[in-house]
């Protein structure tokens, strides 16, 4: 799942894992649970999250290589915030071999990637993304909380580094048949539906 900060690449995630049956993959949820817990990879991991920038490709693609090779990932997977570099994206490559990738981009301006991320909240427990209507999380009852990176100055940041290191890697997908664009400004439900009827259409799995 690609696509800007604010896109809606965690909220699409969370839903089209439950409605398959496939574990979510979410890169910057392991980061942030690693932050949390203080490990060593959550303390060097912090400053760079809080500043908008990218953690090293080598951290991101062990951790993506060993989450990869559990059991619950071997019918399939969804991949959130990975992967955000061309090494990454090659990486990637490598550890599927021969299954197939389906790669949705989803797409939106940039003045609506601002207005979501300014107004976002997500749970400080599950992780999950949050509905403006929410008043605590909905999937566990945690409190709902504001993320750091999601402050003025750093969006602007992430999104810097987005153009600058994760666009490109849209262009390294792009001429691959599995390759979809889905509009990421209609409702969540309608990118929900598109995104199934994309992936649908390529693996033939039940949208
Ligand atoms: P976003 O809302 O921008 O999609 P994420 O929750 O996916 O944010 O990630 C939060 C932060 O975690 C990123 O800004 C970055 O610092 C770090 N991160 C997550 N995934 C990766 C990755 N694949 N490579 C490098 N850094 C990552």
Redesign the pocket.
């Given at each position: 799942m690609l696509g800007p900060?604010?896109a809606g690449?965690?909220t699409q995630a969370e839903r089209f894992a439950l409605k398959h049956g496939v574990p979510k993959i979410?890169?910057?949820?392991i980061?942030r649970e690693a932050v949390t817990a203080a490990t060593p990879l959550g303390v060097a991991a912090k400053q760079?999250?809080d500043a908008?920038?990218?953690?090293g490709d080598d951290i991101?693609i062990g951790i993506v290589s060993e989450r990869l090779s559990r059991e619950d990932a071997r019918a399939g997977f969804v991949l959130?915030?990975?992967?955000?570099?061309v090494r990454?994206a090659e990486a990637l490559d490598g550890m599927l071999g021969s299954q197939p990738l389906v790669v949705v981009d989803i797409v939106g301006p940039e003045e609506l990637l601002l207005r979501r991320l300014a107004s976002r909240r997500m749970c400080a427990t599950c992780g999950h993304s949050a509905l403006p209507e929410e008043q605590g999380c909905s999937k566990c009852g945690g409190e709902l909380v504001v993320r750091i990176?999601d402050s003025a100055g750093i969006v602007l940041e992430?999104l810097r580094v987005y153009t600058e290191q994760t666009a490109p890697i849209v262009e390294f997908y792009r001429g691959r048949p599995n390759f979809r664009a889905i509009d990421g400004t209609a409702t969540p439900e309608a990118v929900a539906e598109a995104i199934c009827a994309a992936v649908a259409g390529v693996t033939g799995a039940q949208a």
């Open positions: 900060p604010g690449k965690g979410s890169t910057g949820d980061l760079v999250m908008g920038r990218l953690v991101m959130d915030g990975f992967p955000r570099t990454q990176d992430r």
